[in-house]
């Protein structure tokens, strides 16, 4: 086996290149790649969103707490599922959420200024 | 070593191989972290109109409704899983089914696109604009509302359209660079480059997926809440 045959061969055993070959899952009787899965989870919360979103006036701020929770779900899952980030280098997800953290703070401190002050 | 040859894996060890594909989605992932920060400063200056100016928000949600922008956060969904799909796709060794699957996120991205152009309109249409502006007595957002202050309705519906365009139109010209970042991997996917080794497709996912997840919240913030 000549050298370049062998690194081809290590490397399809340990690059991304061969990932995700047991990446379905069964529900409901339904055998589908995660990733639909995750689609489907998508849809669903965003319909949920929107009959919130349209019936926010009897719901006030409830339903405003219900909305982002939703939000942040669905972001969870896109980053998660979607970015790797639940199988990848926890350094990546450092890189992701120190800056989220100092943005939401920021904003909440903002919200809370007085106008005009 | 050059980035071609990075991705054909040609003389590199399993270890290098991996070492440089980490590298290249940590870049990646750090450049996300700055454009954290930038669509932060948009999102929170929108929260702080939202919490000040409840009624001007409450009558564009009245005024246009969420059918048009529903349609597009479905469109920007399914086009994150065609990404995630044409990844899969490569990863088992299928070159056609990855061409096949950015295809399809190439040309959501640009649906997408397209029914941003045709809400801008509507807006424009119902004079919110960009620059803060003087809205007229008789405009139809004001009038789909029971007001008790029209004059500050009025004055406040004047300054929502900056908050509103800024981070919407910033968006857009993301998804435009990756529409344009879809075309070239489709390109290079062709010739054959990811076939060994397909972090750049990922690379440019963890982009296209970020440009979903920042819509995802601006769906809520700006259309819902």
């Known amino acids: 086996m000549t050298e370049e045959t062998q690194n081809t061969q290590e490397q399809s055993e340990h690059t991304p290149a061969h990932r995700g070959h047991n990446d379905e899952l069964t529900l409901f009787g339904q055998t589908m790649p995660i990733y639909t899965w995750v689609l489907i989870a998508l849809g669903v919360l965003t319909l949920i969103e929107v009959f919130i979103g349209n019936n926010s006036d009897s719901l006030r701020t409830f339903g405003s707490i219900v909305l982002l929770v939703l939000a942040f779900a669905k972001a969870a899952l896109v980053v998660l599922f979607y970015m790797h980030l639940r199988t990848d280098s926890r350094i990546f997800a450092v890189v992701l959420l120190l800056p989220l953290v100092v943005s939401v703070l920021s904003v909440l401190f903002l919200v809370t200024v007085p106008a005009g002050y | ?225």
């Open chain 2, 1 to 225: 070593m050059s980035e071609a040859a990075m991705e054909h894996g040609h003389h590199m060890s399993a270890e290098e191989v991996a070492r440089s594909n980490d590298n290249q989605k940590f870049a990646m992932w750090l450049y996300l972290a700055s454009e954290i920060a930038i669509f932060s400063i948009f999102i929170g200056a929108y929260v702080i109109f939202r919490v000040r100016e409840p009624e001007a928000v409450r009558a564009f949600h009245k005024g246009l409704g969420v059918t048009l922008v529903t349609i597009n956060t479905f469109i920007l969904l399914v086009s994150s899983w065609a990404m995630v799909m044409g990844l899969r796709a490569m990863q088992h060794g299928n070159r056609r089914g990855m061409l096949r699957w950015i295809s399809l996120t190439a040309i959501l991205g640009t649906v997408f696109l397209a029914g941003q152009y045709i809400e801008y309109r509507e807006l424009a249409n119902v004079e919110i604009t960009l620059q803060h502006a003087t809205i007229s007595e008789n405009n139809e957002l004001l009038h789909a509302l029971d007001l008790e202050n029209v004059e500050a309705a009025r004055e406040a519906l004047g300054g929502f359209g900056m908050r509103f365009y800024v981070p919407t139109a910033f968006h857009g010209a993301h998804v435009l660079v990756g529409v344009l970042w879809a075309l070239l991997v489709l390109w290079r996917g062709r010739k054959g480059r990811y076939d060994h080794n397909p972090v750049g497709i990922e690379v440019f996912g963890l982009y296209w997926h970020f440009v979903d997840v920042v819509w995802v919240l601006l769906f809520t913030l700006i259309y819902l809440i």
